[in-house]
């Protein structure tokens, strides 16, 4: 079986002979689960964001990300003084596979670099064609979005808000009150995530930064 460019290689051992069925995806054969999987369920706590057993837990550290930064000197110097985590990603996993659903919580630290408020390191869908939902918890924050062909937008982010973010917007999310804002995330299991996209570009266009002891929008210099 072939994969597009783009897509992620399906992973052992999800073949046809441990409950799955053969579907067309753009094209392309790809398997899709049918009985390998069963009903599950999780607690999460609202007001850590911790969730029970997670299958995966992510910890960013500043060093994992001193390049979504603009004050590279202001990254130095508290790389010096320590390497604070920056957020930190509690996950329930499935088959990556079309009809599953991934989801998680996140919990983004409150504070700064160089005035530039604590942030996540942002990505695409690598499987563009993908959309993802938020639920804030708790916390207050911004939610930066932009498009490859040009388009940038912020959303502001509160406790009890769902927020849609549609197919072929990149996203990140900054952390502009005194506490963790924390929220829970959903998105189709084969969509991917596409880091090295940002990366490459230096961030994203638009940053959140600190402003006279307020949060202001700014263009990406």
Known sequence: MT???????LPPPF?????HRVLTYEGVAVLAMTSFTEPWARRVDFVTGVMSNPDRRTVRRLSDM?????DKEAVRRELERGDPIVYEVFEALVPEVPGHLLACTTVLYSGQIGGEYYMTKGHYHVVRETAETYLTLSGEG???LQRED???????LRA???TYVPPLWAHRTVNTGDGPLI????????SGHDYATVERAGGFRRRVVARNGKPVVEAAE
């Not at 073949?15 to 409950?19: C, R, Y």
């Not at 001193?66 to 603009?70: E, K, L, N, S, V």
């Open 150 to 156: 040009g388009a940038a937008q912020t959303v502001p």
């Open 3 to 9: 994969v597009p460019k783009g897509r992620a290689a």
């Open 183 to 190: 929220f829970f995330s959903v998105w189709p299991a084969h």
């Open 142 to 144: 911004i939610l930066v």
């Open 66 to 70: 001193a390049w979504a930064f603009r």
């Open 15 to 19: 073949d046809q002979g441990a409950g």
């Open 160 to 162: 009890g808000q769902l």
